[in-house]
């Protein structure tokens, strides 16, 4: 296993983990996690990526009306979607590098 699918797996596990649990500063555990997993994202993968992220950003609290476990499941999606809108603010700012290298 190489270090981009560990990371990639301990933030998804954490982020799942602090969308049941409570966990102090748990938002910036995630930002962190997400910005440095946005490292590790392949240049074929960017664009896939970005429509990842705002996918979840549209969609992560469309199961909310589930009897039972639809208020988890959109925790979950929202914690998950918060990491990988970090994570694409890293593939913004690698993209732009890579433009302006010469």
Do not use: W
């Given at each position: 296993?190489?270090?981009?699918?560990?990371?990639?797996?301990?933030?998804?596990?954490?982020?799942?983990?602090?969308?049941?649990?409570?966990?102090?500063?748990?938002?910036?555990?995630?930002a962190?996690?997400?910005?440095?997993?946005?490292?590790?994202?392949?240049?074929?993968?960017?664009?896939?990526?970005?429509?990842?992220?705002?996918?979840?950003s549209?969609?992560?609290?469309?199961?909310?009306?589930?009897?039972?476990?639809?208020?988890?499941?959109?925790?979950?999606?929202?914690?998950?979607?918060?990491?990988?809108?970090?994570?694409?603010?890293?593939?913004?700012?690698?993209?732009?590098?890579?433009?302006?290298?010469?």
């Open positions: 296993m190489n270090t981009a699918k560990i990371v990639r797996l301990v933030a998804v596990l954490f982020a799942i983990v602090a969308a049941l649990v409570a966990i102090p500063q748990e938002a910036v555990i995630i962190v996690l997400g910005l440095v997993g946005g490292y590790f994202v392949e240049e074929d993968r960017r664009v896939p990526y970005m429509v990842l992220a705002l996918t979840l549209l969609v992560h609290g469309a199961l909310g009306p589930i009897p039972g476990i639809g208020n988890y499941l959109t925790d979950i999606l929202g914690s998950v979607s918060s990491l990988i809108n970090a994570g694409a603010c890293t593939v913004i700012v690698m993209q732009i590098v890579d433009r302006l290298k010469p």
